[in-house]
């Protein structure tokens, strides 16, 4: 079956339309098939990817996104926020000795955080701005 990559100009159309008629999408995957429905046409079968669809949202400002995550593995490393990709921010301070100790990281685009314990998210939340 054929299908088609919509333009963003399109995508973000059917993003507002989408969060104009529901305030709030419990999950990424209802609102790609929200948003899909509202693109479909009589002649083009529209398809788009979820974390292309919450990148739009997020850099548009037409949703807020709630991040619920479970605990992953304290030892991996993170340099890039899970959700938007950008770098993440240090929150450090300093010890007794004059040293420096990572407390927390933090997203400066998304507001996604971390501390010690990593947290991957799970479950993401649209609410309309």
């Known amino acids: 079956m054929e299908y088609h990559v919509p333009r963003d100009e399109q995508i973000l ?3 507002r ?3 104009q008629k529901y305030p709030t999408v419990t999950s990424q995957h209802r609102l790609k098939g929200l948003v899909e ?3 479909h046409s009589k002649k083009k079968r ?3 990817s979820e974390p292309r669809l919450r990148l739009l949202a997020l850099q548009s400002g037409v949703a807020r996104i709630e991040i619920h995550s479970r605990e992953g593995d304290p030892e991996k490393l993170m340099h890039r926020c899970p959700v938007c990709c950008a770098p993440l921010d240090r929150v450090k301070n300093l010890t007794l000795y004059g040293g420096e100790v990572t407390l927390e990281f933090k997203c ?3 507001g996604y955080w971390t501390g010690k314990k990593k947290k991957i998210p799970t479950l993401y939340v649209f609410h309309r701005k």
């Open 13 to 15: 159309a059917a993003l």
């Open 17 to 19: 339309k989408v969060m």
């Open 37 to 39: 429905k509202e693109l």
């Open 46 to 48: 529209y398809l788009v």
């Open 108 to 110: 400066p685009s998304c």
